[in-house]
Nanobody
Framework: QVQLQESGPGLVKPSQTLSLTCTVS??????????WAWIRQPPGKGLEWMGV???????SYSPSLKSRTSISRDTSKNQFSLQLSSVTPEDTAVYYC????????????WGQGTQVTVSS
C-alpha cells in the first residue's frame, strides 16, 4: 500500500513562493516507471494538473504554470516538493500529490490534499 502525505504552510502572502512537500511511504519514488505529480483544485473548479517528476528525476510542467513552477525531490527522504512563485489569490486551492505512470497518466494513489490560501 502506497501512501502520500502533503505538508507545508496553509497561508501564503501574495507575491511570495508557495512551498509544499509530499512524503511517500510503501514505495520508492525512484521505482521505474512511475511519476510523482502535483494537482490542485481551486474552490468551485475542477482539478488542474501542475506538473510531475519522474522516477529518473526528469520533470514536466503545465504550460500555463511552467514559468512559475518547480518540482524537485530528495531520494534519501523519499520526498518530492513543489514550489510556485509569485502567487496571487487565484492560486488559492486544495493541493494534492499523486502517483502516475510515466508518459501514460492516470493516478492510482493520492494524498489527502492540503488547503493553501493566498491572502494578505
Amino acid at each position: 500500500q502506497v501512501q502520500l502525505q502533503e505538508s507545508g504552510p496553509g497561508l501564503v502572502k501574495p507575491s511570495q513562493t508557495l512551498s509544499l512537500t509530499c512524503t511517500v511511504s510503501g514505495g520508492s519514488i525512484t521505482t521505474s516507471f512511475y511519476g510523482w505529480a502535483w494537482i490542485r483544485q481551486p474552490p468551485g473548479k475542477g482539478l488542474e494538473w501542475m506538473g510531475v517528476i519522474a522516477y529518473d528525476g526528469s520533470t514536466s510542467y503545465s504550460p500555463s504554470l511552467k514559468s512559475r513552477t518547480s518540482i524537485s525531490r530528495d531520494t534519501s527522504k523519499n520526498q518530492f516538493s513543489l514550489q510556485l512563485s509569485s502567487v496571487t489569490p487565484e492560486d488559492t486551492a486544495v493541493y494534492y500529490c499523486a502517483r502516475s505512470l510515466t508518459d501514460v497518466g492516470g493516478y492510482d494513489y493520492w494524498g489527502q490534499g492540503t488547503q493553501v490560501t493566498v491572502s494578505s
